[in-house]
């Protein structure tokens, strides 16, 4: 006889608003929320939808809308709703106390997830110091519901009685957690101030989630990141050196993928990672070609980088998973994108198609605004040829009496330092 022992899944009901006027209709929106609940560790067992002028103050859903889904919760025996939004702490309260249910939403799914995900010190800090941000305005209602509803994952505690105190405890914890987050800053201020006077240029991978950045950055320069089929496999970034076919040395950068209603405070905690992008010199916008609402994931992360005021940085859209593109409409597909967008570049991180022309892309991005220079270097300075082969492109080396003549084309400020060396400058 064998005795079941795990824990089974929450059985979780969706529900969204139709608002009007969204980058995604609310049946995508719905359909990408049950691929969040699923990586919480929930079961998906039915959905609804609401068209609105506007969300009901009180209950987010207007009064019949509440009555059908504590009608279908309770035919398909449900544990959570799950609304695809964020929930006001009052709204979140009076749909507890209307349908006698857990109630979260849709920031809520992403926290967890995050939690989930987070490996290192630093990816664990910051997840922490959103989930007492989101958390802390909240306390009423978990207790409340905790006393109503007898509880769930991640609401177990000693009740209402403490709820003071458990503020005093939250505020103390996000003193720590901020100041933590401002050293991790300045920690990671001073490894990019490294890097800088190195020279080297940084290309960082952005986009939504999922759109397989992990594997284009592993495809590209050996490294080992996860990689997953499911929502924020990555949290903390990794940064890798890889020489290019034309010996250039590069650095490539993978960071947290974006999400439609990313939480706010998941965005300000995350900023001390999302700071690796305010170095890059160019942004490659990884896509999902073959997924239906490319243009709307597109609009996303759009949105996301001028929010976080990089909306001008240079950029190179990747079109990722063109393997997936088969037959006459994934052809036709291609086509059309290629006109709507001509200078982006189509590969594929699985099979490496196309690997090759991006490779040429990022060697041709890292050399635009190089100086070309002509000096004569000692020979105590022979070192500075395999610094030129790293961050530029060697034409020529002389080595005669007077000492090495070099032709060489170079970023700015490491052309100026070689014409410091010249040994004819006065």
Do not use: C
């Given at each position: ?18 608002l ?8 995508d ?16 067992v ?20 509440v ?9 398909l ?14 709204q ?27 490996r ?67 920690q ?87 700071e ?52 006459p409409?994934?052809e ?32 041709a991005?890292?050399s ?35 000492g ?12 100026a ?7 004819r400058?006065?």
């Amino acid at each position: 006889m064998t005795i079941e022992t795990a824990t089974p899944a929450e059985r979780a009901f969706l529900v969204g608003l139709d608002l009007g006027g969204r980058a995604f209709d609310v049946d995508d929106a719905l359909d990408e929320l049950a691929t969040l609940v699923d990586a919480a560790g929930g079961l998906v067992v039915g959905r609804t939808t609401q068209r609105r002028r506007s969300p009901d103050p009180r209950t987010w859903i207007g009064k019949g809308k509440v009555v059908e889904v504590a009608t279908a919760a309770k035919q398909l025996r449900v544990d959570l709703i799950v609304a695809d939004e964020e929930l006001a702490p009052s709204q979140q309260r009076a749909l507890e106390e209307e349908l006698k249910l857990r109630v979260v939403d849709r920031s809520g799914v992403i926290l967890d997830i995050f939690a989930k995900h987070a490996r290192t010190k630093e990816g664990r800090v910051q997840v922490e110091l959103a989930q007492l941000q989101y958390m802390r305005p909240r306390l009423r209602g978990l207790w409340q519901g905790l006393s109503r509803l007898g509880g769930g994952v991640g609401t177990r505690g000693p009740g209402e009685s403490l709820l003071e105190t458990d503020r005093r405890v939250i505020d103390r914890r996000l003193l720590d957690l901020r100041a933590r987050l401002a050293e991790v800053q300045k920690q990671r201020s001073a490894a990019r101030r490294s890097r800088s006077r190195d020279g080297l240029f940084l290309a960082a991978f952005v986009g939504y989630t999922n759109a397989g950045k992990s594997t284009l950055m592993n495809a590209l320069s050996g490294a080992d990141v996860l990689v997953a089929d499911q929502p924020f496999a990555t949290l903390d970034p990794t940064t890798r050196r890889t020489t290019l076919p034309s010996g250039t040395v590069v650095l490539l950068s993978d960071t947290v993928g974006f999400v439609n209603k990313l939480p706010p405070t998941l965005v300000a905690a995350f900023r001390a990672t999302l700071e690796e992008l305010d170095d890059a010199h160019l942004l490659l916008q990884v896509v999902d070609v073959s997924h239906p609402n490319l243009h709307e994931r597109m609009a996303v992360v759009g949105q996301t980088l001028r929010d976080l005021g990089l909306a001008d940085r240079p950029s190179l859209i990747v079109m990722n998973k063109v393997d997936a593109l088969r037959g006459p409409e994934g052809e036709a597909l291609r086509e059309a994108l290629s006109g709507e967008f001509p200078a982006a570049a189509f590969v594929s991180a699985r099979t490496g198609e196309g690997l090759d022309a991006l490779r040429d892309a990022l060697a041709a991005a890292a050399s635009r605004g190089w100086r070309l220079i002509n000096v004569r270097l000692p020979y105590s300075a022979a070192g500075s040829i395999q610094r030129i082969r790293q961050h530029g492109n060697l034409r020529r080396a002389d080595y005669g009496e007077g000492g090495i003549e070099i032709e060489a084309e170079v970023p700015p400020a490491f052309a100026a330092e070689l014409e410091r060396a010249d040994l004819r400058t006065p």
